[in-house]
Structure formats: structure tokens, C-alpha cells
């Protein structure tokens, strides 16, 4: 039996995940991956079950905690935004060695274009690298399906396995048909297997049983229904495409083309690439990201043959794919009656009105005008606006919890004042082990822990941290009196900027936590109370 | 048939509202359906937009082409100005008047308004005004979809109401009236059109 539901592509994926018997997902909030996380808190069988959905404080201790869950044999569900997978990369690459028990997915959802990231890394390289298979679904009901498919494959192989989506399939609605009966969670059947420790003499063995797995993992690959060789011409250009590339390509629908191959599951199928390159004149690959299949296909078909896509220039080197630049690449060309309007500004997105972010930055810029040559780092998170008019308070925001580290670091060089501003989020996330690196140094630096008791970002997730600051502070060796509590209201500027000019003037490290809820959570709870009580 | 639907407007404005209304439609008329949307850092002041395509057709991409929009509903009008690109050569226009000006650099109203103009298919209104006049300040965004309904095609007024329905059904009685009372103010204002 089975039914249909408009579905998100990651609610898809958690859907998918859910009736494939999913004990447990582990996550950050990410976007665009968090609505699959948050559609298994909310859901009435994941609740029936007891599957755990708790947010984890970063996507190491994530991914660890679903490979214990593997471990004891039941089925886990990682899931992070792209650079997610920096941060969980050693536990990732690791369990790779170790193997896994219950099967284990790690969905990693891809930003190209950067609509809401720093960079748009292309994880399909995390799982070349840590050598496991890939899928790359091409639309949401392939996403529910692909779940179950790589939860069994996982387990047939022993290995982690890696979901790759992207924004446009994450937050991208269709209908999806799905069974009215969701497969039973395995059993709590712990491991005993010496694989489990890494130390160098068992490592090198797991190594070897790693490579010994790969045959197998491409055998599947090259079988795949997902993996699908559509003759259209018999000759002509071939493509590749890889995941939702697909959508664009048949939207095009060009001419003179031998072939389709579609890729959703990794590693290549080689011999299916031999089969199309050997009826096409040269092969065209569309996929969104990096040229990840581009830069293989050479070592596959031999230098000359003819490959086209990121890399030829065929396609842009950056940013994601859409129906225009695919339409293009493959020759084929649309009537487009109205030209870019002029009248037409960009709008980028700013800090709340009514946000305490605000109150802290207006106070950072007026002390920080009392000194030549003042730097304040920033880091990942609503208060990331701050960089932009009309505050232009930050120096930097690299990485999370790269303001902390990076203003020890620039005050070990001799930057004074030297001031980071980090989220209790972030904090929590990648803050800890610099701000204790810099309590070891006694560097002199000020750090701004802007506390609005949630993940505001992504749409107001629990945070880890959240009543426990001022505790972790002192525990990590923070002087009592150098940890500093205000309420960023614009009525409080004179205490808050005393309290800023205080704590810059101590030499060491300081942390003042400006608390005070974000306004979106506080409307939304009140709009929902004022209807519950309805 | 298939229609390709642009809705923009600036975050918070309550684009996704229209969005989910329209795809509760078109599930019940057992049309495909895909529906692109914008989460994330940009949903704060910023410009958003969400691709909705319609078809009793298969739909392959997610995003509609330059060039093939049949309809832009935007709830600001620089934002609906912006997308006039990817508008077909008898493409229709549903907006609000009355900008929304948070950047220090929007353009000139009047400017921009006479740009809107000097297509062929324009509807212009201030939604706002009208929503505040009939003590329906929130639901701004169902008088422009009860506006765009005229140029819809795919879907009757109708199911549209009915999708309202079922949609606001979980916020209590009076949000569903008062969506439902917008949603039919936006439709007689355009009677004619």
C-alpha cells in the first residue's frame, strides 16, 4: 500500500529515513539540512517510537554518537550542512575503518551558490576520500526511496554510507508516493568485534578490509537502477548527470544526443561510462558543485577523449546549476522577452528590528571608537549581519568559533583591543576549546558571547549551551569577576558600553554575555500561546 | 496544461502563506506540483522568492527558465520588478504598490512603478491600505493571491478558497473568515481585469 504527500526534499529524506526503521538522527542545525531533523521531532511515529532527535552541540559529537548507535546495531541518521562534514571529518573518515553494524547514512546537503554558507565544497569528495558509497538522489520521491536503499546497503557492506543533496532538492516541494508501513527499528544488539579499536596494528588490517569492500561497493554501483543509461538518439553528445542535473537537462530537452546517463549512486559505474562514451562523439557532464565526475572521466576514458562541463568551461566554474546555464551548455536557446528591470537594488538580509545583536554592535562601535586600530571577529550566525552597514563592526568570520581563536591569535601578534563576538550557539558548538585555549595563555582578549537563547539562524533551534554559560566560563578558567552579564536593551548602552570599556582595560581574558531572547522566538511564542488559548 | 508561478517579496511578508496555499490546491486537483523555496540567512529583511510550477504534466526542474513564468505575484513591487525576467512574453504581473523600504539605496518610487507600467499585464495595488481598511491587517498576502486567482488558470477560485481552508483550519475559525473575507476582497477588486 502506499499514499501521497507533498514532501520538502529533506522531509523526504527524513520520511524515507523513518520508515526504513531509523533509530535515531543526529544533527547541528545547518541549512538547508535542518528541516530534516526537525520533521522527525515533530513526527507522530518517531514520537510512538522513542527515535532519538535531540540536536547535538556540533557535527562531531553528532556523527560519533551515531556510530555508537550503529555499534549497538540499530539504524543512525547523521545529517549537516556541507561544512558540517569539516567539522565530523574524523569521525567520518574513521568510521570508515571501523566499519559499522546498524546501518548508518550521513546526509550531507550542499550549498552551491553559498545562498546561506561560507564556501560550496562538494562533499561527494568526503566520500571518495573516507571511500564509501555515495548517493545523490535527482528529485524527492528518488530522495525517500534512496534512504532505505542506502540503510540496506550500509548494512550489507559494513560501512558508513554518504546522502549528498543539495539546496535546490532540499528545499524543493513535489509529491512523493510513500508506504503506509514503516520497516520495524533493529534490535539493541551491541558489537564485539576487535575493529572497533584503531589502534595502528588492528587500523592496518580495517585498512585492508576497507579496500577489500571497494569492488563490492562499485559492483553496486554499476548494477544500480539509480545508475540509468537512457538511449535518445543513439549518437551524438553524451551526458552525465549527477542528481538533480537531471531535471535540468530533460527541461532542455536538446537535441542530438546520444545518451543520458544518470548517477545517483557512487562510486562511477564504469562500465556504463564506457558503454556511453563509446556511442557519443564526446560527453558533456552536468552536476551541481564541483567537477567531481568531470575530473574522473579522463582517468576512465584516456585523456583524449573529449570531456565537457565546469572544467571546459561549458558550464560555469562556480555557483549551481539551473535551467538557464544547463539549457545553454547543451545549445539550446529560449526566447527571453524583458530585459533586467533598472529600477532594481539588491535587498540583503539584515538584523531584526528590535534584535539585541543590534544593541551589542551599536555598543562594540562606540568603544571601539575610543581606541586606534580596534578589531572585533566575528563569526557564523544571525549576528554575522553585523558585518554589514549600517554596523560594518567585524574584521572576519571564517569558521564557527573561529572569533575566539582568531582574536587570541591576533593578540598574541600584538592586536589590542582584541575583541571576538560568538553566538551561544556557536559558542557552545566550537567556542569552548578556544576560549580555554586562551584562559591557558592569559591572552589578552575580550570575548562577546551574544546569548539570544537559541539557534536564530536556522529558525530558532534549542541551544546547547543555554543557561549553562556563565558555568562553562568559570569551568574553563575564567575569572569570576571578568565574566560579565547585561541585558542589550538600547535603555542599558551606558552600562553595556562600561562594562566593554572595563573588560578591554583588564588584561586577560574577559567574557561578557549580553542576554536576551531573539525576537522571533519571543513573537513566535507568543503567537502560540495566544492561540492555544484559544 | 502547465503555469509557472514567481512569488516574491521581502521576508516576513508572508510569500510561503501563498506558496502553501497553492500547493494544497494543486495537490487536491491532483496537479504535479514543484515548489522551490528560500530558507535560510535571507529570510531576515531580505529579498525572497519561491519558484512554483504546476502542471498536469510530469515537471522536471525545480526552477523555472528565464523567459517562462506565466505570473508574477509579488507582494512589494521592486521585488516584483526584479523577476521580470524570467517573465513569459504574455506573462501576468499581481502586485503590491506600495514599497517596502528597508535599504538605504531603494530606488524611486515613481521610477520604478512606471517601469512595472509599461508592461502589458499589470495589476498594482496597495494590499496593505485595503487589508487595514477591512480590519484585515495580517491578510494582505490572501487578498493578492485572491487578485492573482483571476490569472491563475490551472485552479479555480474555488479550490483556492477551499485550500484556505484546510490550510488556516489549525489557526481557529476567525483566521480562516479573515483569510477567506481577503482572499475575496483581492478577487472583486480585479473583477473586469
Known amino acids: 500500500m502506499s499514499s501521497k504527500k507533498l514532501l520538502l526534499g529533506d522531509e523526504a529524506v527524513a520520511l524515507g529515513a523513518l520508515h526504513a526503521g531509523l533509530s535515531g538522527v543526529y544533527a547541528y542545525p545547518g541549512t538547508p539540512s535542518t528541516e530534516i531533523t526537525e520533521f522527525i521531532q515533530n513526527n507522530p511515529l518517531a514520537k510512538q517510537r522513542g527515535i532519538h532527535s535531540r540536536w547535538c552541540t556540533n557535527e562531531k559529537t553528532a556523527m560519533e554518537a551515531a556510530l555508537g548507535m550503529s555499534y549497538s546495531g540499530k539504524r543512525a541518521l547523521v545529517c549537516m550542512k556541507h561544512v558540517g562534514m569539516n567539522v565530523c571529518a574524523d569521525a567520518f573518515v574513521n568510521s570508515a575503518i571501523t566499519g559499522v553494524k546498524g546501518g548508518l547514512v550521513v546526509l550531507a546537503a550542499d550549498d552551491p551558490s553559498m545562498h546561506s554558507s561560507q564556501n560550496e565544497q562538494d562533499s561527494r ?46 528545499h524543493s516541494r513535489a509529491a512523493v508516493t510513500i508506504k503506509d508501513k514503516a520497516r520495524e527499528c533493529n534490535e539493541f544488539n551491541p558489537d564485539n568485534g576487535k575493529n572497533w579499536i584503531l589502534l595502528p ?37 553524451g551526458i552525465v548527470v549527477c542528481g538533480i542535473a537531471r531535471n535540468y537537462v530533460k527541461e532542455a530537452a536538446p537535441k542530438g544526443i546520444s545518451a543520458i546517463l544518470k548517477i545517483s549512486q557512487y562510486p562511477l559505474p564504469v562500465k556504463k561510462i564506457l558503454k556511453l562514451a563509446e556511442i557519443s562523439d564526446g560527453i558533456l557532464v552536468v552536476e551541481d558543485g564541483q567537477p567531481f565526475v568531470e575530473e574522473r572521466i579522463p582517468a576512465i576514458l584516456g585523456a583524449g577523449y573529449p570531456v565537457y562541463g565546469r572544467l571546459s568551461g561549458r558550464l560555469p566554474r562556480t555557483g549551481e546549476l539551473n535551467p538557464d546555464n544547463v539549457a545553454a551548455a547543451l545549445g539550446v536557446s529560449r ?56 554596523f560594518r563592526s567585524l574584521s572576519s ?26 553566538g551561544d550557539s556557536t559558542f557552545t558548538h566550537s567556542g569552548m576549546t578556544g576560549l580555554l585555549d586562551a584562559v591557558n595563555d592569559k591572552s589578552n582578549i575580550t570575548v562577546v558571547i551574544s546569548d539570544n537563547l537559541t539557534t536564530a539562524m536556522t529558525g530558532g533551534q534549542d541551544s546547547a549551551g543555554t543557561n549553562k554559560f556563565e558555568q562553562i566560563c568559570r569551568g574553563l578558567g575564567v575569572e569570576p569577576e571578568h565574566i560579565r552579564v547585561v541585558i542589550p536593551l538600547p535603555k542599558n548602552m551606558a552600562e553595556i558600553t562600561k562594562v566593554i570599556r572595563e573588560e578591554i582595560s583588564y588584561c586577560g581574558v574577559s567574557v561578557i554575555i549580553p542576554r536576551r531572547e531573539c525576537v522571533q522566538v519571543a513573537s513566535r511564542k507568543a503567537r502560540k500561546k495566544l492561540c492555544d488559548k484559544k | 496544461m502547465k503555469k509557472n508561478i514567481i512569488l516574491s517579496g521581502v521576508g516576513g511578508q508572508g510569500i510561503l502563506s501563498i506558496a502553501t496555499v497553492i500547493g494544497e490546491a494543486a495537490t487536491d486537483a491532483g496537479l504535479h506540483l514543484k515548489q522551490a523555496e528560500v530558507h535560510g540567512m535571507s529570510q531576515r529583511g531580505g529579498d525572497v522568492q519561491s519558484n512554483l510550477r504546476l502542471s498536469d504534466d510530469e515537471i522536471f526542474s525545480d526552477l523555472i527558465p528565464k523567459g517562462e513564468a506565466d505570473l508574477i ?14 517573465l513569459s512574453k504574455d506573462g501576468c504581473v499581481v502586485s503590491s504598490s506600495e514599497p517596502l523600504v ?27 491600505a485595503i487589508a ?10 490572501m487578498i493578492l493571491l485572491g487578485m492573482a486567482s483571476r490569472f491563475l488558470g490551472i485552479l479555480t477560485p474555488e479550490q483556492l478558497r477551499d485550500a484556505i481552508g484546510k490550510i488556516f483550519a489549525i489557526k481557529g475559525e476567525k483566521i480562516v473568515c479573515d483569510n477567506c473575507k481577503a482572499f475575496d476582497i483581492g478577487l472583486e477588486a480585479v473583477k473586469g481585469k
Open chain 1, 125 to 170: 569528495f568526503y566520500g571518495k576520500f573516507a571511500m564509501v558509497p555515495i548517493f545523490e538522489p535527482s528529485d524527492q520521491q528518488e530522495a525517500y526511496d534512496l534512504v532505505e536503499t542506502a540503510f540496506s546497503l550500509s548494512e550489507k557492506v559494513g560501512l558508513p554510507v554518504m546522502f549528498r543533496i543539495v539546496t535546490r532538492l532540499a
Open chain 1, 201 to 237: 596494528a588492528i587500523a592496518r588490517k580495517q585498512y585492508l578490509v576497507l579496500l577489500s569492500k571497494q569492488e563490492e561497493i562499485e559492483k553496486s554501483a554499476e548494477v544500480s537502477s539509480c545508475n540509468s543509461l537512457e538511449i535518445i538518439d543513439g549518437k551524438g553528445l
Open chain 1, 335 to 390: 526566447e527571453i522577452t524583458f530585459k533586467a528591470a533598472d529600477n532594481v537594488v539588491g535587498r540583503p538580509p539584515a538584523l531584526c528590528q528590535g534584535c539585541g545583536h543590534r544593541d551589542v554592535y551599536k555598543a562594540l562601535n562606540e568603544v571601539a571608537a575610543d581606541y586606534s586600530g580596534a578589531r572585533i571577529f566575528g563569526d557564523i550566525g544571525c549576528y554575522t549581519l553585523g558585518a554589514l552597514p549600517p
Open chain 1, 397 to 422: 568570520c571564517v569558521d564557527m568559533g573561529a572569533s575566539i581563536t582568531m582574536a587570541k591569535g591576533a593578540a598574541d601578534a600584538g592586536q589590542f583591543p582584541s575583541i571576538a563576538v560568538i
Open chain 2, 73 to 86: 505575484i509579488s507582494m512589494e513591487p521592486m521585488e516584483a520588478l526584479r523577476y521580470v525576467p524570467f
Open chain 2, 102 to 128: 528597508n535599504i538605504p539605496d531603494y530606488p524611486s518610487k515613481e521610477a520604478l512603478l512606471q517601469e512595472l507600467k509599461v508592461l502589458d499585464n499589470v495589476v498594482l495595488m496597495d494590499i496593505e
Open chain 2, 132 to 141: 487595514s481598511d477591512s480590519n484585515i491587517p495580517k491578510s494582505a498576502n
